[in-house]
């Protein structure tokens, strides 16, 4: 279904950019998301498949549309990524794909079944054109880091939003975490090494006596886990 959803969307978003006279870089994402909505509604219906469809109240909110087939829910995010903006291509999009804490939720309620569908696309002079469409587990779309040869997510330090691969790894199928076993894997190291980046990063802010008071709960936290691994 997904595959030829995709060809049908590819057909049928130029018309919704030309209807709805799209031209801007900074709100196509936000501005597309109800058309793809009803798209997929009207795939849907075209080939009598029996749905249900609940969008979200807002733009903030998750999923952008809960689809319902055969009593299973699925989560379906949208994200919209520019290649070229007036002749200046991009090595990779630029959105957030939801936030380390927020995961362990949406994978508790929806499980293996968070669908993205991600457009390419490109703007020269106002004219907006896509140039593919990849639909697959948002997972699969998440990039990489290292950590002591570790493969953990790519993610913003900030706000622990994780990031995408970059257009060659989307268009050569590449994935780094193939399985929800192996993102969650992975989420569980990104959440320690966000943890201690933090962490160290922060410890150049205190005076030396707060420093001091960090040792001491360090030493604490060392014995006590210390003490755990001998019982």
């Given amino acids: 279904m997904l595959k030829n959803l995709r060809k049908f969307l590819l057909t049928q978003l ?75 291509k991009s090595s990779g999009p630029a959105n957030d794909l939801g936030t380390l804490n927020s995961f362990p939720s949406h994978i508790k309620e929806f499980g293996d079944r968070v669908i993205c569908i991600y457009l390419k696309y490109s703007i020269n002079q106002n004219i907006i054109k896509i140039d593919d469409i990849y639909i697959d587990n948002i997972y699969k779309f998440v990039g990489k880091n290292k950590d002591k040869h570790k493969l953990i997510l790519k993610y913003r330090l900030k706000d622990g939003n994780l990031r995408p691969k970059n257009w060659n790894d989307f268009d050569n199928q590449t994935y780094y975490f193939k399985t929800l076993d192996s993102f969650k894997n992975a989420l569980a190291l990104t959440n320690i090494h966000r943890s201690r980046q933090l962490t160290l990063n922060n410890l150049e802010k205190l005076n030396l006596k707060e420093l001091l008071e960090c040792k001491r709960k360090i030493n604490l936290l060392i014995s006590s886990k210390k003490k755990k691994k001998h019982t």
Wanted: with cysteine; glycine share 6%.
């Fill in 14 to 88: 130029p018309i919704k950019i030309s209807q709805g006279n799209y031209s801007s870089y900074s709100t196509f994402g936000k501005d597309i998301e109800d058309d793809i909505s009803d798209l997929i509604e009207q795939y849907l219906t075209q080939k009598n498949i029996t749905y249900r469809a609940i969008r979200a109240e807002t733009k903030n909110d998750f999923p952008d549309l809960e689809l319902t087939l055969k009593n299973t829910s699925f989560a379906i995010e949208y994200k919209s990524g520019c290649y070229e903006n007036e002749g200046k």
